[in-house]
């Protein structure tokens, strides 16, 4: 049991060490953006993550709305 623990908190911490090597050692590294919001390809197409989705949605007038604005 004591050495299955061990071994676990080993690997971990392995793996911590080797997936922050780039920021811990490069000068002003930084993890990379995984967000969709920073995939060019995606936004070329016109996908945006669901709160800039539900944002636009909300932000979205018809034109019976826009009529009404005029003439007021």
Known sequence: ML???LSTI????????LLSVKVL????G???NTHIGGNKALSRKG???A???YRETLAHRNLEERLKEIEI
């Open 51 to 53: 709160k800039t989705q």
């Open 10 to 17: 080993i690997i971990i911490l392995a793996c911590v060490v």
């Open 3 to 5: 050495t299955t623990l």
């Open 47 to 49: 996908i945006h993550c």
């Open 30 to 32: 930084t993890f990379p």
């Open 25 to 28: 050692l490069k000068k002003g």
